[in-house]
């Protein structure tokens, strides 16, 4: 009796498998793997040269935020990256670049310090102008100063933060949130 209700559960698996695969192929599914939800209209993407305004200058700041955001676009979208502007475009300035005090001990001692990349980008969408925005995008990474320099802070933590950047200007211009 135990074989049967065995072989029993293993024939009905099988069949509603089956009728499940057969009927799967009768649907069609819409998906992004990216997440990026991209007007249809829209087939070109441009990314003007983000200018360097911080009060502190890091030497080719500016050119790797542009590179950096056209290489994740181009990464995450089927949007072919041209000159001019595109469909969609992106420009913008870096316009903070600095460190700060965050906890203050006695004697005006730093116990940490706030290293913080700000970016500002105006985001147009020819086709649908309802997603137009302009914002400000801010990162930071706190440290311990007797451990580190502005210098050494700056190298350590300045791509790990674009990186964390590019990906919130992506979101808000492709995934709406």
Do not use: H
């Not at 072989?7 to 990026?36: E, N």
Request: with cysteine; net charge negative; aromatic share 12%.
């Amino acid at each position: 009796m135990l074989t049967v209700s065995r072989t029993f559960r293993m024939i009905v698996f099988v069949l509603v498998t089956a009728c499940c695969f057969s009927a799967g192929s009768c649907f069609t599914m819409k998906y992004s793997t990216s997440g990026a939800s991209i007007p249809p209209e829209a087939k070109t993407v441009s990314v003007q040269y983000f200018e360097n305004q911080a009060r502190f200058q890091e030497a080719g700041l500016n050119q790797k935020v542009t590179d950096d955001l056209k290489d994740y676009i181009q990464a995450n979208t089927s949007l072919l990256l041209i000159n001019g502007t595109g469909d969609v475009d992106f420009e913008g300035a870096i316009t903070g670049f600095d460190i700060k005090p965050t906890a203050i001990v006695s004697g005006d001692q730093a116990a940490k310090n706030r290293f913080t990349i700000t970016i500002k980008v105006k985001f147009t969408c020819e086709v649908k102008p309802e997603l137009d925005f302009e914002s400000s995008f801010s990162r930071y990474e706190d440290y311990d100063p007797s451990q580190m320099e502005f210098e050494q802070a700056s190298a350590t933590f300045t791509d790990d933060i674009l990186k964390l950047l590019i990906e919130d200007i992506f979101n808000k211009a492709f995934v709406n949130w």
